[in-house]
C-alpha cells in the first residue's frame, strides 16, 4: 500500500468541531457503555466493576424485602390492611393484649364505667393504627400519672391528719384522752357499721371525717353528755365521781405526804382499779379506722 493508498480521516459532521464525537462516547472497553441512560451511567460510575455492582444491588433488595412500605395516599383498603398487619395491628380493637399494673385502685377488676374508658381509649388507638407496643405504652404512662397522684395526694392526707389531731390535742390538754374516750363511746353507740364506713370513706379539706376536729368535738360532747363516764356503786347508785376524776384522785397518792397513802398507790389491788379505769376511758379496741382514726 502506498501512501496515496491510506484512507483520508473521515470529517467532522457540519458545524462540530473536531474530536466532540470522541468526548461524549465511552472509552473502549468501559463496562458503562451499554448503558444509555445518563443518569444510570453516573450511577454506575460509582463501582469499579459489574460485580460490585450487583453486590450492592443485591443488599439492596435485602433491605427493601424486609421493609414495610407506607401506603400512599391513593392506596386501597387492601393495602393499608396489609400495612397494619405488619406493623402487628390487630384487626379490631378487642386484640390489643394491654396489661394493667398492679396494686393500683381500678386496675384489678374493672367496673364498668372503667371497662367502658378502657374501650374508648382502644378504638381511638386501632383508628389511628396504633401499634400494641404504643398502646400499652399509654397505658403505663397513664396509670403511672395516677401513681404519682395517689402518693401526693396520700402524703397530703397524712399531713393534714397529723395537724388536725395536734391542733385539737392542743386545745384540749389534759382532757385529750378524756373526750377522745366519750368521743368513741358515743361512736360506738350511735353511729353503727354503717356510719363507721362512713366516716372512714368521707373526707372534709383533705382530712378524714373521722379525724376531723368538728367531729371528734361533736361526738365528745355527746358522749360526755351521756354520762357514760360517771362511775356508779355497786347497787347501780351514781357516786358522782367520774373515771377521771377517781384517775386524778389515785395518782395524787403518788406524791402524797401521808407514806400510808404512798403504799396504797403502789398495791396492787389500786393498780388494778387504776388500769381499770383507763380501761374505761380508752377502750381495748383501737381507734375507728385504719392508720389511726380517732373516732
Known sequence: MTKNDVPAPSEPASG????????????????RAAITDEKARRFAERFASPADAAVSAFKARQQL????????????????????????????PEGYAVALPEGLPGTGDLDEAGKARLDTYLKAMHDAGATPDVVQRGIDLYYGFL????????????????????????????DAKRNDGCARRAFDTFGGERFAVFVENAEVGGVKLGDHPEMRRIFAAI????????????G???????????????????????????EKYKSDPVQAELRGLYQRLEGDRPIVGAGGRTL
Open 16 to 31: 462540530a468541531e473536531p474530536g466532540a464525537e470522541r468526548e461524549t462516547e465511552p472509552s473502549a472497553g468501559d463496562w
Open 65 to 92: 424485602s424486609g421493609s414495610v412500605r407506607v401506603p400512599g395516599r391513593k392506596a386501597g383498603r387492601e393495602d393499608v390492611a396489609a400495612f397494619r398487619r405488619a406493623l402487628g395491628v390487630p384487626d379490631r
Open 147 to 174: 401513681a404519682e397522684g395517689l402518693e401526693a395526694r396520700e402524703r397530703a392526707a397524712v399531713g393534714a391528719r397529723e395537724k388536725a389531731n395536734a391542733d385539737l390535742t392542743r386545745e384540749w390538754g389534759a
Open 223 to 234: 358522749g360526755r353528755a351521756m354520762g357514760e363516764d360517771r362511775l356508779h356503786a355497786p
Open 236 to 262: 347501780g347508785g351514781e357516786q358522782g365521781k367520774s373515771a377521771q376524776e377517781r384517775i386524778d384522785e389515785i395518782h395524787s397518792w403518788q406524791h402524797s405526804e401521808d407514806p400510808v397513802l404512798c
